[in-house]
């Protein structure tokens, strides 16, 4: 299967790495408007085209998927491009600027019979797939509250703000592991140094009484990547900085028994062993990329496809409506 990839940039050189890496795919273009970056993706890969204009990828009647690694900003344009031209596409995430332009993708890529897939490759991972087997598994229980930090120094985005840019690896993940839909969000935050929030808060509400916090942040002294999840059986702390034991359980809780007469409660604080699941030991981006391969040659919908790259959109505009009304309360 050939590729071609537009952007060569941060991550461009990932997955450019990775899909030359596959059996079943090479790539034979890459494109990027930066001189800096068409003169190292040259270097790293002379077999490979390397242009600035990206319609060449687009239209070339050659490739078959077009992986699109740039700004949220140009997401729309190239992916319309590249599906119009019988493309499949790979987007990076977010997957669009807004709702609306990942609905119009969509509609296009059905009209076409083509696959769109948004790069949520933390979903890939081995502390991922396993906390997502517990917790299919009832390990933990009734879910009651998912809480995750991803806050660091850096690095700065001009075009959008810290929620945009951290925030859907947390929500693709969540969205993933808890079955439903939210209901509202509220969002807070504060913009101290570019004229976007540094520094953001969200709360969603699901149903069932089982809420999820975002805290994103580029203003942190330290890189911390923690999440939370709380069940009625047994917790779960995913700590991604971990060398070894990056997941571990702890069966502790709180059981609460009604007795006779409504205003008394019996409150028990349950406290038992912690144990440390064992991981799959896979590069994630690869794993993604060869299920992308899979899925394109076996007509099999990606479950990271176009819809579950708008549901995080979706998300993040509510997030951005609540606030720039200071936490106001948003329905979804």
């Avoid at 034979?28 to 970056?37: C, E, K, N, V, Y």
Wanted: proline share 4%.
């Amino acid at each position: 299967m050939n590729f071609g990839v537009i952007g060569y940039g941060y991550w461009g050189p990932n997955i450019v790495r990775n899909l030359a890496s596959l059996e079943d795919s090479r790539v034979l273009a890459i494109a990027d408007a930066s001189p800096t970056a068409r003169k190292r993706a040259q270097k790293a890969y002379p077999e490979i085209h390397v242009t600035s204009d990206a319609s060449e990828v687009t239209s070339s009647p050659e490739i078959d998927v077009v992986a699109v690694i740039t700004p949220v900003w140009t997401h729309y344009e190239l992916a319309k491009a590249a599906l119009e031209n019988g493309k499949h596409v790979f987007v990076e995430k977010p997957f669009t600027s807004n709702t609306a332009q990942g609905e119009d993708l969509i509609n296009l890529a059905r009209r076409k019979n083509l696959k769109i897939m948004v790069d949520h490759t933390f979903l890939f991972t081995g502390a991922v797939k396993k906390i997502s087997q517990l917790m299919d598994e009832g390990t933990l229980g009734k879910l009651y509250y998912y809480d995750s930090t991803r806050v660091n120094l850096g690095l700065f985005q001009h075009d959008i703000n810290v929620l945009w840019d951290l925030a859907p690896h947390d929500l693709s993940i969540m969205d993933h592991l808890i079955n439903g839909s939210p209901e509202a969000v509220v969002a807070t935050g504060q913009n101290h140094l570019n004229g976007h929030e540094d520094v953001a808060y969200m709360t969603l509400y699901f149903p069932e009484k089982v809420i999820a916090h975002v805290n994103v942040n580029w203003l942190s002294p330290v890189k911390v990547r923690t999440t939370l999840i709380g069940g009625e059986k047994r917790m779960l702390v995913w700590n991604d900085l971990e060398a070894d034991e990056k997941v571990k359980v702890y069966d502790k809780g709180v059981d609460i028994r009604n007795r006779e007469g409504v205003y008394e409660l019996l409150v028990n604080y349950r406290s038992g062993d912690m144990w440390s699941p064992q991981l799959e030991q896979v590069e994630a981006l690869k794993q993604e990329l060869t299920y992308f391969v899979d899925c394109i040659s076996s007509g099999e919908e990606p479950f990271n496809n176009g819809c579950a790259g708008l549901r995080v959109v979706k998300m993040l505009e509510a997030a951005t409506e609540s606030l720039r009304q200071k936490g106001t309360l948003v329905y979804l």
